[in-house]
């Protein structure tokens, strides 16, 4: 195997808003190439109290962003007096991710409440443009995802439906690409606080050849006593 030679990288993460604050939402496996090197990661960061960030792409590269960001935001806390908004910490991964845009191979999404505009979701994709959206989706699970969401997306949800959502979309992902896998973990952050939760892979629902197969013509020609087939 030739270590210097490109990896394949991939992931699924998302962030959807709904009505009070947003969900984050990602897999668990991070691959280098066709070795999965760790199929339990976590990633989705905390970068305040009430903002966190969904990493994709390289895991180093979005490391770093994600800790330099993090410090910057406690330094911005400590002279202000009260918390960093969501459009504060988006832009301070926007501008790491801009200025760098030749080394780093990452995407990001940002998403958070804060008490000035509610919850926000801020996708970063490579390159550092930031786009604020009512839903975001990134990774190479993505491509499986989108008309996905155009269909299912709606103004208005409550907590446990974007979440639902989100649980959804990242097993579908799964299902699709071979580079996402694992476990599913969500966040959701809103004005009491942040929930962080757990879906191990028996708990996600299940999808195309996933499903065990109902009255196939495997079963019929397998059984003892064949019945007639009605045409």
Not at 176 to 195: E, F, H, K, M, Q
């Given at each position: 195997m030739d270590v210097d030679a490109p990896h394949a990288m991939g992931?699924?993460?998302?962030g959807v808003t709904y009505n009070g604050g947003v969900?984050?939402?990602?897999?668990?496996?991070?691959?280098?190439?066709?070795?999965?090197?760790?199929?339990?990661?976590?990633?989705?960061?905390?970068?305040?109290?009430?903002v966190y960030v969904c990493r994709s792409g390289s895991a180093?590269?979005?490391?770093?962003?994600?800790?330099?960001?993090?410090?910057?935001?406690h330094q911005h806390t400590i002279q202000l007096g009260q918390p960093a908004t969501v459009k504060v910490a988006a832009n301070?991964?926007?501008?790491?991710s801009y200025n760098n845009k030749n080394m780093l191979q990452t995407g990001m999404i940002v998403g958070g409440w804060d008490k000035y505009e509610g919850g926000k979701i801020y996708g970063i994709p490579l390159g550092g443009t930031i786009i604020e959206q009512p839903f975001a989706i990134g990774g190479s699970g993505s491509s499986y995802l989108y008309g996905f969401f155009d269909q299912a997306w709606r103004e208005g949800m409550t907590k446990d439906e974007a979440e639902q959502l989100v649980i959804k979309a990242v097993s579908l992902a799964i299902a699709?690409?071979?580079?996402?896998?694992?476990?599913?973990?969500?966040?959701?952050?809103?004005?009491?606080?942040?929930?962080k939760n757990f879906?191990?892979?028996?708990?996600?629902?299940?999808?195309?050849?996933?499903l065990e197969p109902q009255n196939s013509l495997l079963d019929i020609l397998?059984?003892?006593?064949p019945e007639p087939m009605n045409i």
């Open positions: 992931t699924t993460i998302i969900v984050l939402g990602a897999d668990s496996r991070t691959s280098t190439g066709v070795y999965v090197a760790n199929r339990a990661s976590d990633k989705i960061t905390q970068l305040t109290d009430n180093a590269d979005s490391q770093i962003v994600s800790d330099y960001v993090r410090y910057f935001l301070l991964v926007r501008l790491l699709r690409d071979g580079a996402s896998g694992g476990v599913v973990r969500t966040v959701i952050i809103n004005s009491d606080g942040v929930t879906y191990p892979s028996d708990k996600l629902p299940l999808w195309h050849e996933e397998n059984s003892t006593s």
